[in-house]
C-alpha cells in the first residue's frame, strides 16, 4: 500500500480512477471539477445527468472517457462555514465513500485533489490532515488499493499534504511520500 502526494495536473494521471470535487449537480463548475469536465469531453457531463446529483459528503462513479483514467469517482465536499457545522466528518466521508467505490469498482490505483480547499474553502491545512488520516486509516483496515496519490495543484498544497503524512508518523516502509 502507498500513499504519496505529487504536485501537478490530476487530469494528465494515468491511474484506475480520479476523485473531482464535484458540486452537488456533478454537472460541471470552476476548478478542479470544470478542468476535469473539459479534459474528460462531452460524454462526462452526459452519464453526471443521469446520476441525479451527489449530496455533500457522497460519491459517484462514472467512466473517465477522454482521461488517462478508467473512472471518475466524482464526490462533493462541504463549504467551510468555521468548523462548527460537521466540515471534518463530511470531508473525511467524501475520501471514505471515493476508496469504497474505487474498490467496489476494481480500482487499484486512485488520485485526489485537496477536496473543498477551493472555491468552498476549507483550510488547507485542516484538509489535508483529514485527507491523509481518513485515506491512511482506509489502507489499514483494506488491502485492495495499491497507489493513493494527492494530486496537488500548487507547492503549498503539496507541502501541508506531505506535513499531514509526517504528522501521523507512519511505519517506515508502510507509505511512500
Not at 20 to 45: M, Q, W
Not at 55 to 68: D, F, H, N, S, W
Amino acid at each position: 500500500m502507498r500513499m504519496r502526494v505529487i504536485r501537478g495536473d490530476i487530469t494528465k494521471l494515468a491511474v484506475d480512477a480520479i476523485v473531482n470535487a464535484a458540486n452537488t449537480s456533478l454537472l460541471g463548475g470552476g476548478g478542479v471539477d470544470g478542468a476535469i469536465h473539459r479534459a474528460a469531453g462531452p460524454e462526462l457531463v452526459q452519464e453526471c445527468r443521469t446520476l441525479n446529483g451527489c449530496r455533500v459528503g457522497e460519491a459517484k462513479i462514472t467512466a473517465g472517457y477522454r482521461l488517462p483514467a478508467r473512472h471518475v469517482i466524482h464526490t462533493v465536499g462541504p463549504v467551510w462555514q468555521g468548523g462548527g457545522k460537521g466540515e471534518p466528518a463530511l470531508l473525511a466521508s467524501c475520501y471514505r465513500r471515493s476508496l469504497e467505490l474505487a474498490v467496489t469498482n476494481d480500482c487499484r490505483t486512485v488520485a485526489f485533489p485537496a477536496i473543498s480547499t477551493g472555491v468552498y474553502r476549507y483550510p488547507k491545512f485542516e484538509a489535508a490532515r483529514v485527507a491523509v488520516g481518513t485515506v491512511a486509516s482506509f489502507l489499514d483496515e483494506d488491502s485492495t488499493l495499491s497507489d493513493v496519490v494527492f494530486a496537488c495543484f500548487d507547492e503549498e498544497t503539496a507541502a501541508l499534504h506531505h506535513a499531514a503524512i509526517d504528522a501521523l508518523r507512519l511505519s517506515s516502509g508502510a507509505f511512500d511520500d
